[in-house]
């Protein structure tokens, strides 16, 4: 079947590094995703791989094995703004678009 | 800089109402997509619409739901005969000719049946 699971819940410190994992089932493989959703709004588009290796974009980096199907999501030099959830997210060969339910993210002072 | 749109912000209906929750995708973008997002739970993918026509769509897109491009500006999703679970946030979303690429997604439109 397809999958994708991540962990329910995070907590982390301002200024610190968190690593966000993601694993996925699915049946054929065109790129995982990941996206950020604030309480109440539309998600927002953080870093795509279609290729295995790290991907750096300021703050925020993903990294992407496909023979593990495992991603995960690093954030630096973590704000109170990055308290969020974290949507991971592959197109699989049917190109569905299969969601995972989020990391919820919380930030602390 | 662009953004999607959608209509409105929160839909009132009585079970059995049909609804039209209504978006404007990004001007050059090609590929169009509703979600729906129980409160709490994940986003959950309805379909996908490429060159006029469904390219994908999700078990949960059955019968009761419809698209359209009615013009060269609004995707629309149609429910008809809306039901009680249908109440959740519907969004609209829209990529470029990379398709199932970067995504951006509207603000949102909750939908609450009663």
């Known amino acids: 079947g397809q999958n994708i699971d991540q962990p329910t819940e995070m907590t982390a410190t301002e200024g610190a590094i968190v690593q966000i994992n993601c694993t996925y089932q699915t049946s054929g493989f065109n790129g995982l995703f990941w996206y950020q959703q604030h309480a109440g709004e539309a998600p927002t588009f953080l870093s795509y791989?279609?290729l295995d290796g790290l991907e750096e974009k300021g703050r925020f980096s993903s990294f992407l094995s496909r023979s593990k199907g495992y991603s995960y999501l690093l954030l630096k030099e973590l704000q109170m703004k990055d308290s969020a959830s974290y949507l991971c997210h592959n197109a699989g060969n049917n190109r569905k678009l299969i969601w995972g339910l989020g990391t919820s993210l919380a930030v602390n002072p | 800089e662009p953004e999607v749109t959608q209509t409105p912000s929160h839909q009132v209906t009585q079970m059995g109402q049909e609804v039209i929750l209504r978006c404007v995708p990004i001007s050059n973008h090609l590929y169009f997509y509703w979600y729906r997002q129980i409160l709490g739970q994940k986003v959950e993918f309805l379909v996908s619409?490429?060159?006029?026509?469904?390219?994908?769509k999700s078990e949960i897109f059955d019968d009761q739901f419809s698209v359209e491009r009615p013009d060269g500006s609004n995707f629309t999703l149609k429910i008809r005969s809306t039901k009680l679970e249908d109440s959740a946030m519907y969004f609209c979303?829209?990529?470029?000719?990379?398709?199932?690429?970067?995504?951006?997604f509207g603000p949102g439109t909750r939908l609450t049946v009663t």
């Open positions: 979303a829209s990529s470029d000719a990379r398709g199932y690429y970067e995504q951006y």
């Open positions: 619409f490429y060159n006029n026509e469904i390219s994908e």
């Open positions: 791989n279609v």
